[in-house]
Each structure stands twice: as C-alpha cells, then as structure tokens.
C-alpha cells in the first residue's frame, strides 16, 4: 500500500505529548529510587524512556525490486531506529506535497512506476525531498529533547525536595515510625557476613593479618552508596538544613539506610566503650559502624579516628566517618582531612576507591596493641551550610 510519509500528527503535538507523560513520570519518582540513583541519572533514565530519534537511513544500500509490468519498480530504502518519525509532519512545508511511501519494518518503500531511463532520476529526486524532512524532524527533536530533558530535572529535583520536606515533618513526630513493608531492599537479606576460612594445618605459615568475620565488600559498598546519596541530598538543599545539628542530620542517614536494611540500621547504638551514631547489626554482629560529625580542622579528624577506635571492638573492621563540612573552602578542607589520616599512628596506607569521588576518602588502619589487625575506614565528606558552634569557620586550622 502507498501512503504518505510524514503526513500523519504534527511532530510538535507528538513531543508534546510524550513530554506531559514524562513530567509527570518524574512527578511520581519512588522515595527509594533516591537512595539508589542521583538526580542526574533519574533524569537519563526517563529521557532514554521517551526520547524520540530521527532514524538513521542507509542510503548507500538502497535496492530496486521489479514487481513486473503491472506492478513497476520499486525503490527500498532501509533505515535503523524508530520508524514512527517517518509517520509524523515536522515543521517544514514545500510546495510540491509530502513523499509518498510506505514504512515496512527496517525500510521505506516507494513505487517508482514502469521502468524506464528516468527511474534513477525519480529515485535521487525522492530522496532528495525525504533528507530535507528528516533534516526537519531532526533539527525539531534535537530542540524539544534538551527542553524535555530541562523538564524532567526541575520535576525530578522538585520531587526530592518534597520527599525531603517530608521526611523531616516526620522526624519532628516524638511518636515511633513504624518501618515500612512494601519497599524491597535492594540486596535479599541472606549471610552479609564473610566467615573465617577455615583453620590452617598445623605447622602452615601464619597469615599476615588475622582474618575474621566481616561486612562482605558488596555491602560495605552499597552502604556507603545510600549514604554517599543521602548526603549530596542536602547539599542540593542547603537552606533545608541550614539549622540541624548532627543528631537531625544523621537521622537522615539512618531513615536511608532502614529503607534498605529495614530495622537493622540503629542510631546511638551502645557498643563497648561509647555510643555509635550509626550501627548496621545482623544475627548479633556488627557488620557496619559509622561516626557523623561537623569538621572543625585536622584535629578533629584525628579525635574521630581515635574515637572510633576507643568504641569499637576488635571484630569490628569495617567503619566510616561522615564529616559535614560548612566551610568556604572545602577543597582545603579535603586536603587536610587527607594529610590528618595519613599522619595518624594507626595509619597503614590508602585503599583505592572505584570511580574515585573528589570527596571521599578510604584508609587502612592498624588496630591500636595489634599491628596484624586490619580495619578499613571509610571517610565521607559533604558541604554544608552550617557549622556546630558559631565561629566555627574562622578557628585555625594549623
């Protein structure tokens, strides 16, 4: 069957239609998609599910077929992407009317008529007409697309921050929250905890580090993710928590991490000698134990490492800091975060991190009387608007 090409919907009306579908996609992005995804990523995920693309012709392969005397010849043309666009009227008018064809699977296909000298003629002129519509189309959808894509990121971001706004109305509520049912955790709670191997023959040479049970590295990592997610939330809403304190802020830590690990991450948890901020516990061990606070210099860097050292246990070898920094200059902040780390006693070298984030950082420590034990720290850092004391950024930092 002949028909006209582009010669169906307005592209216009088309794009605006799948725009309204994806606005109101971002509108409804789950809670728990934050904690796995940053706002950029949500955003290429929506767009990649209703963009639309000019289809890619491969004009150097088109193919005459001869139907015979009463059918003519006919030209095949054939292309890769969405066929769909050929069907829709970019904004582009010419005089002589639409092309015609038909679209069939991965082709256009337009009847030539009887064969004759002028047939090739027909075919360059048919193509000719056709590159200028999807040259049309194009420039229309390379327009609309970086619109489109604007859209969902004020919509996607404007969800966050009425997730936020929510979860902190909740967090003033004195009454318990009951954990929720229906979000899933992103990894099944079976064993999380790697068991010692087993005991060596008598006579074998010692290992190097004693090795014991600990927090498997794909979920240290996932955990450190949730909370790397959590924290770039209040940077992206700096007036939000321009006034909380570290109790509030780490409470928002703590609800990410319950999303995934329902009931399992405790805040102010008493372990040996002192209080953790963060505890993830499972089948009575603690697999993770973090330590939030506001950066105040150097110093306090090396008062949050003998800290953690001074609650923690042997058993426990996988901890992580996360430094709230208000200060102007975070960069410095960073460097001499580094430079406390790496001049502590217990210092024993650097872990590489995958993807290398400017703001974090992973050290290898001995533990304090046991220069075999090894424990890793994990120190986070985030920019925020507000320090502990007033003043606080104009104390010296040497």
């Not at 990121?153 to 003033?172: F, G, K």
Request: aromatic share 8%; charged share 30%.
């Amino acid at each position: 069957m002949v028909q006209d090409v582009f010669d169906g919907h307005e592209l216009r009306a088309v794009c605006a239609s799948q725009m309204e579908k994806a606005v109101m996609e971002a509108q409804a992005v789950p809670e728990g998609t934050f904690a796995t995804m940053s706002i950029e990523q949500i955003v290429e995920e929506i767009l990649e599910h209703y963009d639309l693309v000019t289809p890619e012709v491969a004009w150097e392969r088109r193919e005459l077929s001869d139907a015979g005397p009463d059918g003519g010849v006919r030209l095949h043309v054939p292309f890769s992407g969405d066929g769909r666009i050929f069907e829709f009227q970019p904004n582009l008018y010419m005089g002589s009317g639409w092309p015609t064809g038909s679209v069939r699977s991965n082709e256009v296909l337009i009847v030539l008529g009887r064969a004759d000298a002028g047939i090739e003629r027909s075919a360059d002129e048919w193509e000719s007409r056709v590159r200028k519509y999807l040259d049309a189309a194009k420039h229309d959808l390379d327009i609309w697309r970086d619109q489109l894509r604007d859209r969902i990121r004020n919509e996607t971001a404007r969800r966050a921050e009425q997730i936020e706004r929510h979860q902190a109305a909740l967090r003033q509520v004195k009454i318990p929250i009951r954990a929720r049912s229906d979000a899933p955790p992103v990894f099944s709670q079976q064993p999380i905890v790697r068991r010692p191997a087993a005991a060596r023959a008598r006579g074998s040479a010692a290992p190097s580090a004693v090795e014991e049970a600990a927090l498997s590295d794909e979920y240290y990592e996932h955990i450190l993710f949730v909370i790397r997610a959590a924290g770039k939330a209040m940077e992206r809403s700096p007036a939000t928590y321009a006034r909380w304190g570290e109790e509030d802020r780490r409470q928002v830590l703590i609800l990410m991490l319950n999303t995934h690990y329902e009931g399992q991450a405790m805040a102010e948890a008493f372990n040996a000698d002192g209080d953790t901020d963060i505890l993830i516990r499972v089948q009575d061990k603690n697999v993770f134990i973090g330590e939030c606070k506001f950066y105040e210099g150097p110093q306090s860097v090396i008062d949050t490492v003998d800290q953690l050292f001074g609650y923690t246990t042997w058993r426990d070898v996988k901890l992580a800091i996360i430094f709230f920094v208000s200060r102007r200059d975070f960069t410095q902040a960073i460097e001499r975060t580094r430079s406390a780390v790496s001049g502590h006693a217990q210092f024993r070298g650097w872990i590489p991190i995958s993807n290398e984030p400017e703001t974090e950082l992973r050290a290898r420590m001995a533990w304090p009387g046991d220069d075999r034990r090894l424990v890793t720290i994990h120190v986070s850092m985030f920019l925020t608007p507000q320090s502990p004391e007033p003043g606080a950024d104009d104390e010296a930092e040497s």
